[in-house]
């Protein structure tokens, strides 16, 4: 008989066996019981300065390491405050866990002080979630949550627990199995069936181009991706969630698609007849306008959400599975009959490839330059000879992330940290301390506009209190940039509240919190600045005063055909066919 | 469009909730909903009416997304399937002294029976497919005031299988058209 344990022990032990190094948290009423036991834990609680920065810090955590990023708040507020983070890890399938203190069982219903229907508003917010009423529970409830987190697609699990089970006590029974989930299936492998019609239709095509994403890095598939497309010879364009998957300097990659992707992807997306889609969600941000999206294609879609499957855009041949064990069976096919099948098209597939070279050449991403003031475009181009492909650069939301993602190359995955689907502002700066948290010798630039800098300005006190060597560069514009290029083109230049005046003197801000910082004006400057920021071994904010103006191009508008790309100022281009 | 969907969730609190988000979030409205447990008591069924977009293509998307909740074992869409629907129905009537007679022989049509008798109205109960049900009420109205409360659809698939489980897990295969390999 073991000996007897509180809830929070036991919750804090359960965490420990899944493996868990550290929470990022922040404490309250009902979560006093576990930051008790967490006082001589060995389990590493990192204090944030406000809870939805414990959830993007988690995310951090998991986007770059690859593991399950855990998070904990107190009811009501706290839970409240997490709830930004969870729709951010549901939206770009991130698995994390959340744990939070409910008011004791007796007074739910009650109104108590602090109380929320955290079970019922994070309901939407979760991949699943629980409400943990029995100390019993505790064990399987955490070795579930975990599992469902990581399992298929990954996302956020929620874990509400009411005080009096954190105070209880029990003996502790360490869950040693899964108890059934008779919902939860994952489908991983797919049937030689489908693997032999994918091999039809990818033989079978003379304009191939491959589309992956984010599922990519989440099963861990970038050597299979990268051997996929060198056996189909086929350009590669990546999702901004599947960045860093195939190296950026991979002679198929051709960038990233969508609305701010390059005119070769779209204009490649446009003209392909077979198109194959990789752990993506054919998202309108990717897509435009759905019937103008590669519109001569037939499509072959591969994931391991069946959900995903027809869902925007009908596919020809839908593969439910994981991308790794799909592609391994994929290329083992494709290698085999290379010489044989292969060579059907092999001529039509090499013209377009040279097509594909031609569109890269015709508009490259521009290199813009000024010798008085700092274009954006080439602050991201300092910025990537700065990481040279290695360092972790985890972006707000924003003209700066479009720049980020066309400028900054990636020599691997989990690299590239952005809030992709649910485009939070506020990520950037404690997501990039998630991901430093979890790379302790890594190089990790926070790269942010001056609006969400703004929005997670408390976390200087955490990077501060840890020395966490960040690098926060904010690219400033003293806009919000993306709403103001929007209200330029669409809505007559009318700049409507998106003047971001009264930015803090960097210097003062910086040193008012303990850390290095400065402000730079013009490209001698940045040199400077840059290397200064580099060579420091904590901490630096480095304010970066841009253009004010300048747009990111090209640019899909909103509902609109890819290939009818604007591709710079001063007036809208329609091109392609 | 009327879609019919048959559940079988975990028998536990929020399952309801989660089915009911999948739909609330794109502002459906639910027609009618029956929940009860099974024979297996950590088991749940339910039958959902529900009124989708089908101009969005929305049916098999939306069976997908309920299928991927945690707490649904088995969905099955049996809108057009040659399901067992029925439907139960309580209808208090108004009805005057000399028009009792003729009432009951119209209840009895539709095998509607007396629950209740009071000096100035009779409450029937009835069970049937929703426009059975819908004919009876229309009837109704020509004796006096009506007041009524129906139960909503509850569903059962023609399968052969009795386990539960089983006859659901064939229905959702044969609804299931992802797992289709298609031949290219």
Known sequence: ?577 | MQQLISLLVENKPGALMRVAGVLTSRGYNIDSLTVAKTLDPTLSNMTIVVNVESSTHDEELLIKQIKRLVDVVEVVDLTDSQAVTRELALIKVKVSPDMRPALLKEADIFRARVVDAASTSYTLEVTGAGEKLDALIGLLHNYGEVEMIRSGAMAMGRSPKVDHREAFAEASRVSDKVRETVKI
Request: aromatic share 8%; hydrophobic share 40%.
């Open chain 1, 1 to 577: 008989m073991s000996s007897l344990m509180s809830g929070s022990q036991i919750l804090l032990e359960s965490l420990a066996r899944e493996g868990v190094e550290m929470i990022f948290g922040y404490p309250g009423g009902v979560t006093l019981p576990i930051y008790d036991v967490l006082y001589d834990h060995p389990i590493r609680h990192v204090l944030v300065r406000h809870e939805e920065n414990a959830s993007f810090a988690a995310e951090g955590y998991a986007r770059a390491t690859g593991r399950v990023g855990v998070c904990m708040a107190t009811s009501g507020p706290g839970a409240t405050n997490l709830t930004t983070g969870l729709v951010d890890a549901l939206m770009d399938s991130i698995p994390i866990v959340a744990i939070t203190g409910q008011v004791p069982e007796h007074l739910i219903g009650r109104d108590a002080f602090q109380e929320a229907d955290t079970f019922g508003i994070t309901r939407a917010a979760t991949k699943h979630n629980y409400l943990v009423k029995q100390i019993d529970e505790i064990p399987q409830v955490i070795h579930e949550a975990f599992h469902i987190a990581g399992a298929g697609r990954p996302g956020p699990v929620l874990v509400d627990i009411t005080k009096n089970v954190l105070q209880g006590k029990t003996g502790y029974h360490p869950a040693a199995v899964l108890r059934p989930l008779r919902g939860f299936h994952v489908r991983l492998d797919p049937d030689d069936e489908e693997i032999e019609a994918a091999l039809q239709f990818l033989w079978a095509s003379e304009r191939p181009y491959i589309y992956a994403g984010g599922g990519v890095i989440s099963s861990a598939a970038s050597d299979e991706l990268r051997e996929f497309a060198e056996l189909l010879e086929a350009p590669l364009a990546h999702t901004v969630m599947g960045l860093g998957a195939l190296p950026s300097n991979h002679p198929n990659f051709i960038s990233m698609l969508g609305m701010h992707g390059s005119y070769a992807a779209n204009m490649g997306i446009t003209e392909t007849d077979a198109l194959i889609g990789l752990g993506v969600r054919f998202d309108d941000r990717v897509t435009g306008r759905l019937d103008a999206f590669a519109p001569k294609a037939r499509v072959l879609h591969v994931d391991i959400d069946p959900a995903e499957i027809n869902k925007n855009r009908r596919a020809d041949l839908g593969i439910v599975g994981d991308v790794k064990q799909v592609l391994q069976k994929l290329n083992n096919r494709l290698r085999e009959t290379k010489e044989s099948l292969g060579t059907h098209n092999r001529q039509k597939r090499a013209v377009w490839r040279a097509r594909i070279e031609g569109w890269k050449r015709e508009h490259p991403f521009a290199e813009v330059y000024d010798d008085n003031e700092i274009k954006p475009q080439y602050l991201m181009k300092k910025l990537d000879e700065a990481s040279g492909g290695e360092a972790i650069v985890s972006v707000d939301v924003g003209q700066h992330q479009m720049w980020a993602a066309q400028y900054i190359r990636f020599n691997r995955p989990r690299l590239w940290v952005n809030s992709g689907g649910l485009g939070a502002m506020g990520f950037g700066l404690p997501a990039a301390m998630g991901a430093q948290f979890g790379n302790p010798g890594k190089l990790v630039m926070a790269v942010v506009g001056d609006g969400g800098f703004m929005m997670s300005l408390p976390e200087l006190a955490t990077i501060s209190s840890h020395k966490l060597p960040v690098k926060i560069i904010v690219m400033n514009n003293g806009w919000l940039g993306m709403v103001r290029q929007w209200q330029e083109l669409f809505y007559n230049g009318r700049y409507s509240e998106v003047a971001m005046d009264a930015f803090p003197n960097c210097e003062l801000l910086a040193a008012a919190f303990g850390i290095r910082g400065r402000s730079v004006d013009n490209p001698a400057e940045l040199e400077t600045g840059l290397a200064e920021a580099l060579a420091e071994p904590g901490p630096f904010l480095l304010n970066v005063n841009v253009t004010r103006e300048e747009n990111v191009y090209p640019m899909v508008p909103a509902g609109g055909a890819v290939n009818e790309m604007i591709l710079g100022p001063p007036k809208p281009v329609a091109v392609g066919d």
